[in-house]
């Protein structure tokens, strides 16, 4: 299953399929970027990350793509299982004066179908 | 694994009272912050602390909100007149540095003002 951008909130895949949820960033002067997991009632929690001198990162089971030119960034999970269940979140590391802050995306809520 | 723990998991408080969260980060770690999440909406950066001084805070952080760090281990953040639209999440987090590094979140306060 994939979503496109983030104007889609939810994203509904079958169990052992792989999933890819998509995120479009807006600061072209970002190189840093995360994505985190969501689950109900807690806070989030980090995935995977990838700099901007890389396109493409592999995790136990996930990998991040990073297109510069378009902006864009997506998360890739293999063999979706129940527990994926939650909502994604990528964040870009945005600098701003002497400290860089995390801008959050508006995040997808995937739901893994038995 | 260590983690960002913070209390009270929820808050409630009237209007105008005065609120302190607590947050215990990492030990390791130098870099703080609050973020907090009004209920479906996405995550929101308030306030990062690092060397016992606020590095970079938020349109949001305005002078009702103040951070501290009263000891090696605490980290709070003090809403001094809360006002309704002050309920949220507020999630705490910690880095062991600045840019390009992920931050650790813990599970958050739920915070209601009646």
């Known amino acids: 299953g994939e979503n496109v951008g983030l104007h889609l909130p939810t994203l509904s895949v079958q169990e052992g399929d792989n999933s890819i949820i998509n995120c479009a960033y807006s600061?072209?002067?970002?190189?840093?970027f995360i994505w985190y997991k969501q689950e109900s009632g807690k806070g989030p929690q980090f995935i995977i990350d990838?700099?901007?001198?890389?396109d493409k990162r592999q995790g136990q089971r996930v990998t991040v793509l990073l297109n510069k030119t378009v902006k864009h960034l997506s998360l890739q999970i293999a063999a979706t299982q129940p527990g994926d269940s939650a909502v994604y979140f990528c964040?870009?590391?945005?600098?701003?004066?002497?400290?860089?802050?995390?801008?959050f995306g508006s995040g997808t809520q995937l739901t893994v179908l038995p | 694994e260590p983690e960002v723990t913070q209390t009270p998991s929820h808050q409630v408080t009237q209007m105008g009272q005065e609120v302190i969260l607590r947050c215990v980060p990492i030990s390791n770690h130098l870099y703080f912050y609050w973020y907090r999440q009004i209920l479906g909406q996405k995550v929101e950066f308030l306030v990062s602390?690092?060397?016992?001084?606020?590095?970079?805070k938020s349109e949001i952080f305005d002078d009702q909100f103040s951070v501290e760090r009263p000891d090696g281990s605490n980290f709070t953040l003090k809403i001094r007149s809360t006002k309704l639209e002050d309920s949220a999440m507020y999630f705490c987090?910690?880095?062991?540095?600045?840019?390009?590094?992920?931050?650790?979140f813990g599970n958050g306060t739920r915070l209601t003002v009646t």
């Open positions: 987090a910690s880095s062991p540095q600045g840019p390009g590094a992920p931050l650790h």
């Open positions: 990838i700099r901007s001198n890389m």
């Open positions: 964040a870009e590391n945005t600098f701003s004066g002497s400290a860089r802050q995390l801008t």
């Open positions: 602390f690092y060397n016992n001084e606020i590095s970079e």
């Open positions: 600061n072209s002067a970002s190189d840093y």
